[in-house]
């Protein structure tokens, strides 16, 4: 008798095979470089199938991107939203959170600025996924400012030229 799967517990385990590629993804491209990972060395590396990746990625740069924007993104989100934050608080938890992070995998770092410098594609996906956390820093920085928080800076206004 097979036992009938729910919905629920589906989309759970397509989440936790998703972030287990993510996760063997990221420690082959620091490693050994976007570029000479194959998804045939990162099936190894995650322990599953090279269909499997294809399953839930379109390839390699899906992954990675999935990986940013999970990482990036919703933490941005997470560190500038807070609903009961007042004053510099987000702020110096968002740099504070973006320092620790740029000094922890330098590899990936360094994987990333590569391929934003010779790939024009990724070059454009990943301005499309940084878009969207610049304009949520500038509302926050536009809004505490507006509330006093913050004073207008000079170098943006044309007095201060």
Same mark, same amino acid.
């Given at each position: 008798?097979?036992? +009938? ?11 936790? /095979? ?13 490693? *050994? ?6 998804? &045939? ?13 294809? +399953?839930?990625?379109?390839? +390699? *740069?899906?992954? @990675?991107?999935?990986?940013?924007? /999970?990482? $990036? ?5 997470? @560190? @500038? ?14 740099? @504070?959170? /973006? ?10 770092? +360094? ?27 500038? &509302? ?6 507006? $509330?006093? *928080? ?12």
């Amino acid at each position: 008798m097979s036992r +009938k799967i729910e919905p629920n517990q589906r989309w759970r385990r397509a989440e936790e /095979r998703r972030a287990q590629i993510m996760e063997a993804a990221i420690r082959l491209f620091a490693r *050994q470089g976007f570029a000479r990972t194959t998804t &045939k060395e990162l099936a190894r590396e995650a322990g599953i199938s090279e269909g499997t990746i294809y +399953k839930h990625f379109a390839g +390699k *740069q899906d992954i @990675l991107f999935a990986f940013i924007e /999970r990482e $990036a993104t919703a933490r941005v989100r997470a @560190l @500038l939203q807070p609903p009961q934050a007042d004053g510099d608080e987000p702020f110096r938890r968002f740099f @504070l959170d /973006r320092f620790s992070t740029a000094a922890q995998p330098l590899p990936l770092l +360094k994987v990333i600025i590569g391929e934003v410098l010779f790939d024009e594609e990724f070059a454009r996906r990943y301005a499309e996924v940084a878009r969207p956390r610049l304009a949520l820093l500038e &509302k926050r920085i536009a809004e505490h400012t507006r $509330a006093g *928080q913050f004073r207008q800076s000079t170098l943006s206004s044309p007095q201060g030229r």
